[in-house]
């Protein structure tokens, strides 16, 4: 499998991921993600052995504080380590474009992604009351991005 920078040409298989991977009311439009890859995100894909897209994330970084702006991994496959992949792979971006914390939103229903997070070593710092819609809050969630902090998440 291999994690590649997203491209427009990327944008419909993005798109099929999104629906697949989300309740309609959570989805991120078409326009959504043609903005992130037309912006100044880091969208990379995770593909399978036959170059389908089946993972997504984009982030952003503005100074010391990188941004997992959203991760997506096609229902059929996860548990199989693909969004953990997307994810260590944002912190080392973010670790070289000078980043030295990653923030997240998620939705603390949302067991799969929270349980992820914490083994990656994000930690808790906040909730976001209402921040997907009425009576949907968000576990704001954060960790360092440096190799000491990677080094000590992975080798606990």
């Keep these: 499998m291999i994690i590649s920078h997203a491209t427009d040409a990327d944008l419909d298989a993005i798109c099929d991921l999104e629906e697949a991977g989300f309740a309609e009311f959570e989805r991120w439009s078409k326009q959504a993600w043609a903005d992130e890859l037309a912006g100044d995100r880091w969208v990379i894909t995770r593909l399978d052995a036959h170059a389908k897209v089946i993972g997504v994330a984009s982030f952003g970084v503005a100074d010391d504080m990188a941004d997992l702006f959203r991760v997506v991994v096609h229902p059929e496959v996860r548990g199989r380590g693909i969004g953990a992949s ?39 710092i906040s909730v976001r009351r209402d921040y997907y819609g009425q009576g949907h809050d968000a576990l704001v969630m954060q960790r360092g991005v440096g190799s000491e902090d990677r080094w000590r998440v992975e080798s606990a």
Excluded: T
């Excluded at 030295?100 to 067991?111: F, S």
């Design 86 to 124: 997307l994810v260590h792979a944002g912190l080392d971006w973010a670790a070289a474009v000078g980043a030295r914390r990653m923030l997240l939103e998620v939705r603390p229903d949302n067991h799969s992604a929270v349980g992820l997070y914490r083994r990656l070593g994000f930690e808790e």
